[in-house]
C-alpha cells in the first residue's frame, strides 16, 4: 500500500514533562479544570505507558481516581491512544479491531511524536514531516474547556485545534452536507428515525477526517460503543461519553484516501460484494400478494426495463413473523414457484427479516429460541421484551454463541421453501416502539425511565431508552445493553452474512439498517427512512460518500423516497443519480403512490432504460473499485476533495461526487431545473457520453444543459475506463432485458482518457462474481491498461496480464474509443499489423477503433499516430 507520506523520518518518539504545554507555546497552568497528573512514565516495546492519578474531580461523580495510559505505535502512520481505570474492568468493544495483539516492537519508521503535559494532563500527537498538530487535550489557561475527566458514567476530552473553523468529516450516522459545522453538538446513538436533518440515526461512526487547506489530511477514531455528543465549536472538539473507555486511533494520512486506507486496517476492508449486487434491485412495502410481486417483475420485461433482483418487505409474513409465509397470500408453494422462476431468468430474490421474535406459543421460532435461551434478558433473567411490527416481541442476543445455530436454522429451514439470494436486516439498532421494556419488572427499586436511561449526562437529550430496549437489559457475558446497544445491528449482520455463507456457500448479499465501524467488512447498507423530496435525494449523495469514508462500499439511498409520494420528475433524476450508487434499490412505503418506473410512462421508461444501461456498462470498473476496497480499504464513491485535496472549491462540495479517482458525476436536485451547475476541479475533463472535452477557459464553474433526460457525467483525463456496453443488447424473443449474468460476458470497450502529457492508465479485476475468497486465493484475473507516447506523435496503448487466476477466455476487447486526439488519424496498427476499421472525429477530437476481438487473454498492443 503507498501510504503517500510527504517525509518519511527515522523513529522519533519525543515527550515532554511540562507544567503546561499549548500549542507552540509554553505556559504555566494553575490546576482549576478537572483532570489527572501524569506519572511513571514507562518506555516498552510497542510505546509508552503511564499512570494517571485524579487531582480534580469531574462534574457528575464517581470520578475514577487512577488510571492508565497506554500509547501504541501501530505502524508508520498509525498510532494509539488508550486511557483505562487502573483497578476495574470497565467495557471495552470487542470483535471491531482488526490490528490484532498488542505489536512487539515499535515501527522502523514512524511519521508522528506524542508529547505529554505532567501536572495537568494532556497530550499531543504531531506530524513530523509538517510539522502540525493532529491532535492536542492539553486544556488551555482560561480553562474554557476541561481537562481529562473520567467517572463512572462520564468520560470527557477535547481536542484543541491548530486552526478555527476546520474542514471536519463523518461522524454518522446522519443526514447532513458533508462538511460538518463547526458550531453544533453531534450525538452519536443508534435510533430508529427517519432521517432527520443533522440527528443521529441508524448507525455510529466516532471517526472524523480534517482535512487541512494546503491538501493533507488525517484521521481520528475513537472505539467506544457507548452513546456519546461530540461537541463542535470553532476552535475544539469535546467528546462527552457515558461510558467505555478513551480508545483512540490515529492517522496520519496525509492524503484522504491514505487515512481511509488506514482506517480500514484497524476496521476491515470492505468486503467483496457478489456481482449481481451491483444491479438493479425492486422493492416495496405494499406488495401484497405474491401475484403482485411477480406481476411487477413482468411488467418490467414488458417494458424492457433491466431487473436484477426483486424484493418483499414484511407484507410476506404471517402476521409480520420472522422466516413464516402468509399462507393465503404469499402461499409456499406459490413462493417456491416465484422464487425458482426469478431463477430461471438470472434473476434474484432478497426479503425483509427483522430481529424481533414474536411471543406467541404457536410460533416455532420463539419456542425454539427461548429454548436456545440466546435471547436478550432483564437482569431477573426474564426476556428484554418489546413490541415491533407483530406485537410483543423478544430479541436475539447476537453475543451469544448459541445464537449462529438458531439464525442458522431458522434461515435454513426458510429457504427450503423460499430459496432465497440474499437478507435484508432492518429494526436492528435494535428498534422498539415502545421504549425499555414494554412489561418491564422491577429491578432493585429502579422504575422504567430512570438510570441507567437517563445517565447524569444525556446525549441527545432524550433518554436512551427511547424507541428501544430499556438499558438495563443484559448480553451474554454479562454485557449491558447500556454498553452494547450501538453493536447490535453490527453483530446481527455478521451472523447473518455468516449464514447465508454456510446456507449457500456463496458471497454473502446482506443488507443492514444499523451499522458501526467494521460493518463493511461483512456486509452492505442502505441508509434507511428517506422522503420523496429533492432535499433527501441531495443528502443521499453525502450519505454514500460518508458510509464509503466508514469502510461500507456497498450503499444506497431508497430511489425515488420511501416516505410520501415522489412524481415523475423526482424519481427521473433520482433514477439517474440512483444508477450511480454502489447499491442501487427503488423502494417505497404502502400508503403512498406506486413509483415502479414503467408506472410513469415511456418517458420515464426510457430514463431508466438508459439509466441502468449506464450503470452495467459501468460495471467492469465498479467492480474493479470495490476490488481495490478490499484489497487496500479504497472507497467506491469519494467526495472529490479526494482526489483534490488543496482545492478548497471541493471542501464543502457534496452536489457532485466521484466514482472512483475518474468519474464525476453532477446530478440535477432541484426540481424543474433543466440545466445543472458543475464545477471542474483544475483538469482535463470529457463528457463521459460522446469524449468532447469541456473548455475551461472562462473559468472551473459552467452552467451545463440538462433536459429531464440528461444526467452530467464528466472523466477525468488520465483514466483508462473498462466497459461492457449493454444498450445494445438484442433480447431474445420472449426473454427477459438484460441482467448481470448476460452483461458481464459481453465484449469491453475500453475508454481511454487522455490527459495533459497524452497518457492515461486503468486496470480490470476479474472473477466468477460469487465465490468466496477469489482474491485472497489468487482466484482472479488482473489487467493493467496503460496509454503514453515515447515522445513522438505516436501513441502506443498496452493490455499486460499481472494474473489469470480467473478463466477469461470467452471475453474480448472489441472496441477501443480514445478521448483527446487533437490529430487527425491516418495510421494505427494493432499487434503490428496495419488496422483499417476507425473512425475519427475531428469535431470531437476522439478516436474510434472497432472490430478488434481482442481476447483478454493475452498482452495486446495498439498504436496510432498521425
Given at each position: 500500500?503507498?501510504?503517500?507520506?510527504?517525509?518519511?523520518?527515522?523513529?522519533?518518539?519525543?515527550?515532554?514533562?511540562?507544567?503546561?504545554?499549548?500549542?507552540?507555546?509554553?505556559?504555566?497552568?494553575?490546576?482549576?479544570?478537572?483532570?489527572?497528573?501524569?506519572?511513571?512514565?514507562?518506555?516498552?516495546?510497542?510505546?509508552?505507558?503511564?499512570?494517571?492519578?485524579?487531582?480534580?474531580?469531574?462534574?457528575?461523580?464517581?470520578?475514577?481516581?487512577?488510571?492508565?495510559?497506554?500509547?501504541?505505535?501501530?505502524?508508520?502512520?498509525?498510532?494509539?491512544?488508550?486511557?483505562?481505570?487502573?483497578?476495574?474492568?470497565?467495557?471495552?468493544?470487542?470483535?471491531?479491531?482488526?490490528?490484532?495483539?498488542?505489536?512487539?516492537?515499535?515501527?522502523?519508521?514512524?511519521?508522528?511524536?506524542?508529547?505529554?503535559?505532567?501536572?495537568?494532563?494532556?497530550?499531543?500527537?504531531?506530524?513530523?514531516?509538517?510539522?502540525?498538530?493532529?491532535?492536542?487535550?492539553?486544556?488551555?489557561?482560561?480553562?474554557?474547556?476541561?481537562?481529562?475527566?473520567?467517572?463512572?458514567?462520564?468520560?470527557?476530552?477535547?481536542?484543541?485545534?491548530?486552526?478555527?473553523?476546520?474542514?471536519?468529516?463523518?461522524?454518522?450516522?446522519?443526514?447532513?452536507?458533508?462538511?460538518?459545522?463547526?458550531?453544533?453538538?453531534?450525538?452519536?446513538?443508534?435510533?430508529?428515525?427517519?432521517?432527520?436533518l443533522n440527528l443521529n440515526v441508524y448507525g455510529s461512526h466516532p471517526f472524523y477526517l480534517?482535512?487541512?487547506?494546503?491538501?493533507?489530511?488525517?484521521?481520528?477514531?475513537?472505539?467506544?460503543s457507548n452513546a456519546m455528543d461530540i461537541v463542535m465549536q470553532p476552535n475544539s472538539l469535546?467528546?462527552?461519553?457515558?461510558?467505555?473507555?478513551?480508545?483512540?486511533?490515529?492517522?496520519?494520512?496525509?492524503?484522504?484516501?491514505?487515512?481511509?486506507?488506514?482506517?480500514?486496517?484497524?476496521?476491515?476492508?470492505?468486503?467483496?460484494?457478489?456481482?449481481?449486487?451491483?444491479?438493479?434491485?425492486?422493492?416495496?412495502?405494499?406488495?401484497?400478494?405474491?401475484?403482485?410481486?411477480?406481476?411487477?417483475?413482468?411488467?418490467?420485461?414488458?417494458?424492457?426495463?433491466?431487473?436484477?433482483?426483486?424484493?418483499?418487505?414484511?407484507?410476506?409474513?404471517?402476521?409480520?413473523?420472522?422466516?413464516?409465509?402468509?399462507?393465503?397470500?404469499?402461499?409456499?408453494?406459490?413462493?417456491?414457484?416465484?422464487?425458482?422462476?426469478?431463477?430461471?431468468?438470472?434473476?434474484?430474490?432478497?426479503?425483509?427479516?427483522?430481529?424481533?421474535?414474536?411471543?406467541?406459543?404457536?410460533?416455532?421460532?420463539?419456542?425454539?429460541?427461548?429454548?436456545?435461551?440466546?435471547?436478550?434478558?432483564?437482569?431477573?433473567?426474564?426476556?428484554?421484551?418489546?413490541?415491533?411490527?407483530?406485537?410483543?416481541?423478544?430479541?436475539?442476543?447476537?453475543?451469544?454463541?448459541?445464537?449462529?445455530?438458531?439464525?442458522?436454522?431458522?434461515?435454513?429451514?426458510?429457504?427450503?421453501?423460499?430459496?432465497?439470494?440474499?437478507?435484508?436486516?432492518?429494526?436492528?439498532?435494535?428498534?422498539?416502539?415502545?421504549?425499555?421494556?414494554?412489561?418491564?419488572?422491577?429491578?432493585?427499586?429502579?422504575?422504567?425511565?430512570?438510570?441507567?436511561?437517563?445517565?447524569?449526562?444525556?446525549?441527545?437529550?432524550?433518554?436512551?431508552?427511547?424507541?428501544?430496549?430499556?438499558?438495563?437489559?443484559?448480553?451474554?457475558?454479562?454485557?449491558?445493553?447500556?454498553?452494547?446497544?450501538?453493536?447490535?445491528?453490527?453483530?446481527?449482520?455478521?451472523?447473518?452474512?455468516?449464514?447465508?455463507?454456510?446456507?449457500?456457500?456463496?458471497?454473502?448479499?446482506?443488507?443492514?439498517?444499523?451499522?458501526?465501524?467494521?460493518?463493511?467488512?461483512?456486509?452492505?447498507?442502505?441508509?434507511?427512512?428517506?422522503?420523496?423530496?429533492?432535499?433527501?435525494?441531495?443528502?443521499?449523495?453525502?450519505?454514500?460518500l460518508n458510509m464509503n469514508m466508514f469502510g461500507i462500499g456497498l450503499v444506497g439511498a431508497?430511489?425515488?423516497?420511501?416516505?410520501?409520494?415522489?412524481?415523475?420528475?423526482?424519481?427521473?433524476?433520482?433514477?439517474?443519480?440512483?444508477?450511480?450508487?454502489?447499491?442501487?434499490?427503488?423502494?417505497?412505503?404502502?400508503?403512498?403512490?406506486?413509483?415502479?418506473?414503467?408506472?410513469?410512462?415511456?418517458?420515464?421508461?426510457?430514463?431508466?432504460?438508459?439509466?441502468?444501461?449506464?450503470?452495467?456498462?459501468?460495471?467492469?470498473?465498479?467492480?474493479?473499485?470495490?476490488?481495490?476496497?478490499?484489497?487496500?480499504?479504497?472507497?467506491?464513491?469519494?467526495?472529490?476533495?479526494?482526489?483534490?485535496?488543496?482545492?478548497?472549491?471541493?471542501?464543502?462540495?457534496?452536489?457532485?461526487?466521484?466514482?472512483?479517482?475518474?468519474?464525476?458525476?453532477?446530478?440535477?436536485?432541484?426540481?424543474?431545473?433543466?440545466?445543472?451547475?458543475?464545477?471542474?476541479?483544475?483538469?482535463?475533463?470529457?463528457?463521459?457520453?460522446?469524449?468532447?472535452?469541456?473548455?475551461?477557459?472562462?473559468?472551473?464553474?459552467?452552467?451545463?444543459?440538462?433536459?429531464?433526460?440528461?444526467?452530467?457525467?464528466?472523466?477525468?483525463?488520465?483514466?483508462?475506463?473498462?466497459?461492457?456496453?449493454?444498450?445494445?443488447?438484442?433480447?431474445?424473443?420472449?426473454?427477459?432485458?438484460?441482467?448481470?449474468?448476460?452483461?458481464?460476458?459481453?465484449?469491453?470497450?475500453?475508454?481511454?482518457?487522455?490527459?495533459?502529457?497524452?497518457?492515461?492508465?486503468?486496470?480490470?479485476?476479474?472473477?466468477?462474481?460469487?465465490?468466496?475468497?477469489?482474491?485472497?486465493?489468487?482466484?482472479?484475473?488482473?489487467?493493467?491498461?496503460?496509454?503514453?507516447?515515447?515522445?513522438?506523435?505516436?501513441?502506443?496503448?498496452?493490455?499486460?496480464?499481472?494474473?489469470?487466476?480467473?478463466?477469461?477466455?470467452?471475453?474480448?476487447?472489441?472496441?477501443?474509443?480514445?478521448?483527446?486526439?487533437?490529430?487527425?488519424?491516418?495510421?494505427?496498427?494493432?499487434?503490428?499489423?496495419?488496422?483499417?476499421?476507425?473512425?475519427?472525429?475531428?469535431?470531437?477530437?476522439?478516436?474510434?477503433?472497432?472490430?478488434?476481438?481482442?481476447?483478454?487473454?493475452?498482452?495486446?498492443?495498439?498504436?496510432?499516430?498521425?
Amino acid at each position: 500500500m503507498n501510504l503517500n507520506i510527504n517525509i518519511v523520518v527515522l523513529l522519533v518518539v519525543s515527550f515532554t514533562l511540562l507544567t503546561c504545554f499549548v500549542t507552540g507555546t509554553l505556559a504555566q497552568q494553575p490546576v482549576a479544570c478537572p483532570g489527572y497528573q501524569v506519572s511513571n512514565l514507562q518506555t516498552t516495546s510497542y510505546g509508552y505507558t503511564a499512570d494517571l492519578a485524579m487531582i480534580t474531580a469531574g462534574p457528575y461523580g464517581n470520578s475514577v481516581k487512577a488510571l492508565t495510559l497506554y500509547v501504541v505505535f501501530h505502524t508508520q502512520q498509525i498510532i494509539q491512544v488508550k486511557i483505562v481505570d487502573a483497578a476495574n474492568e470497565r467495557w471495552q468493544v470487542p470483535f471491531v479491531n482488526q490490528m490484532g495483539a498488542l505489536p512487539t516492537s515499535k515501527p522502523n519508521l514512524i511519521d508522528y511524536t506524542i508529547r505529554f503535559a505532567q501536572t495537568q494532563f494532556g497530550f499531543s500527537i504531531t506530524r513530523v514531516s509538517t510539522g502540525e498538530v493532529i491532535f492536542n487535550t492539553s486544556p488551555p489557561s482560561n480553562c474554557s474547556t476541561n481537562g481529562l475527566i473520567f467517572s463512572e458514567y462520564y468520560l470527557e476530552i477535547t481536542n484543541q485545534f491548530p486552526q478555527s473553523n476546520p474542514n471536519i468529516y463523518g461522524l454518522g450516522e446522519r443526514a447532513a452536507p458533508l462538511r460538518l459545522q463547526n458550531n453544533f453538538t453531534y450525538t452519536i446513538w443508534n435510533r430508529d428515525q427517519a432521517t432527520p436533518l443533522n440527528l443521529n440515526v441508524y448507525g455510529s461512526h466516532p471517526f472524523y477526517l480534517n482535512l487541512n487547506p494546503n491538501g493533507d489530511a488525517h484521521g481520528v477514531f475513537l472505539l467506544n460503543s457507548n452513546a456519546m455528543d461530540i461537541v463542535m465549536q470553532p476552535n475544539s472538539l469535546t467528546y462527552k461519553v457515558v461510558g467505555g473507555v478513551f480508545d483512540f486511533y490515529f492517522f496520519m494520512g496525509p492524503s484522504p484516501a491514505s487515512v481511509i486506507q488506514q482506517y480500514t486496517q484497524v476496521i476491515g476492508t470492505p468486503y467483496m460484494p457478489s456481482y449481481w449486487s451491483l444491479g438493479w434491485h425492486q422493492c416495496r412495502w405494499g406488495y401484497k400478494s405474491v401475484n403482485e410481486s411477480k406481476t411487477v417483475a413482468e411488467n418490467y420485461a414488458k417494458y424492457g426495463i433491466p431487473l436484477e433482483t426483486m424484493w418483499n418487505d414484511i407484507d410476506y409474513m404471517d402476521v409480520y413473523q420472522d422466516f413464516t409465509l402468509d399462507p393465503v397470500n404469499f402461499a409456499p408453494e406459490d413462493m417456491t414457484s416465484y422464487v425458482g422462476w426469478l431463477h430461471t431468468r438470472n434473476q434474484h430474490y432478497i426479503m425483509i427479516i427483522d430481529p424481533g421474535i414474536h411471543m406467541n406459543d404457536s410460533y416455532e421460532a420463539y419456542g425454539q429460541l427461548l429454548e436456545n435461551g440466546a435471547f436478550i434478558q432483564q437482569p431477573n433473567g426474564v426476556a428484554a421484551n418489546g413490541v415491533v411490527w407483530p406485537g410483543s416481541t423478544i430479541f436475539p442476543d447476537f453475543f451469544n454463541p448459541n445464537i449462529q445455530d438458531f439464525w442458522y436454522v431458522q434461515l435454513e429451514k426458510f429457504h427450503q421453501t423460499v430459496p432465497f439470494d440474499g437478507v435484508w436486516i432492518d429494526m436492528n439498532e435494535v428498534s422498539n416502539f415502545c421504549s425499555g421494556n414494554c412489561a418491564p419488572v422491577s429491578q432493585s427499586g429502579d422504575q422504567v425511565g430512570s438510570y441507567p436511561n437517563n445517565p447524569p449526562y444525556l446525549p441527545g437529550g432524550l433518554p436512551l431508552d427511547t424507541k428501544t430496549l430499556d438499558m438495563s437489559s443484559i448480553q451474554f457475558g454479562n454485557v449491558s445493553y447500556y454498553n452494547s446497544h450501538n453493536l447490535y445491528g453490527y453483530t446481527e449482520g455478521v451472523v447473518t452474512a455468516n449464514s447465508v455463507i454456510s446456507l449457500l456457500n456463496q458471497r454473502p448479499t446482506v443488507i443492514s439498517r444499523s451499522t458501526f465501524p467494521g460493518t463493511g467488512k461483512h456486509h452492505a447498507h442502505w441508509l434507511g427512512d428517506n422522503q420523496s423530496t429533492y432535499a433527501s435525494m441531495a443528502l443521499s449523495i453525502p450519505g454514500i460518500l460518508n458510509m464509503n469514508m466508514f469502510g461500507i462500499g456497498l450503499v444506497g439511498a431508497d430511489i425515488c423516497g420511501l416516505q410520501g409520494d415522489t412524481t415523475a420528475q423526482l424519481c427521473a433524476r433520482w433514477i439517474q443519480l440512483g444508477n450511480f450508487y454502489p447499491f442501487s434499490r427503488s423502494h417505497n412505503n404502502n400508503d403512498t403512490i406506486p413509483q415502479e418506473p414503467y408506472v410513469f410512462g415511456p418517458e420515464v421508461i426510457n430514463i431508466t432504460i438508459n439509466s441502468i444501461n449506464n450503470k452495467y456498462t459501468l460495471l467492469p470498473y465498479y467492480y474493479t473499485l470495490f476490488y481495490l476496497a478490499h484489497a487496500q480499504g479504497d472507497t467506491i464513491v469519494r467526495p472529490l476533495f479526494f482526489e483534490y485535496p488543496a482545492d478548497p472549491n471541493t471542501f464543502a462540495l457534496d452536489s457532485q461526487f466521484l466514482v472512483g479517482p475518474s468519474l464525476m458525476v453532477s446530478p440535477v436536485l432541484t426540481e424543474n431545473a433543466t440545466s445543472v451547475d458543475v464545477y471542474f476541479p483544475q483538469d482535463i475533463w470529457y463528457d463521459y457520453f460522446n469524449g468532447s472535452r469541456v473548455d475551461l477557459s472562462q473559468g472551473n464553474s459552467l452552467t451545463l444543459a440538462a433536459p429531464l433526460d440528461v444526467i452530467n457525467v464528466h472523466l477525468r483525463g488520465g483514466a483508462i475506463l473498462p466497459t461492457q456496453p449493454t444498450a445494445d443488447y438484442q433480447v431474445p424473443d420472449g426473454g427477459i432485458p438484460i441482467t448481470t449474468n448476460i452483461s458481464r460476458t459481453l465484449p469491453f470497450t475500453l475508454i481511454v482518457a487522455l490527459n495533459a502529457n497524452g497518457s492515461a492508465s486503468g486496470e480490470l479485476y476479474l472473477d466468477d462474481g460469487i465465490t468466496l475468497e477469489t482474491y485472497e486465493n489468487k482466484k482472479y484475473s488482473l489487467l493493467q491498461f496503460n496509454a503514453g507516447t515515447d515522445g513522438s506523435s505516436t501513441v502506443t496503448i498496452q493490455l499486460t496480464v499481472v494474473n489469470t487466476g480467473f478463466d477469461m477466455s470467452s471475453l474480448i476487447v472489441d472496441k477501443v474509443v480514445v478521448y483527446g486526439v487533437p490529430i487527425i488519424v491516418t495510421t494505427v496498427n494493432v499487434n503490428g499489423t496495419p488496422y483499417t476499421t476507425l473512425t475519427y472525429s475531428s469535431t470531437l477530437q476522439t478516436l474510434t477503433i472497432e472490430s478488434l476481438a481482442l481476447p483478454l487473454t493475452s498482452s495486446f498492443t495498439i498504436q496510432y499516430s498521425n
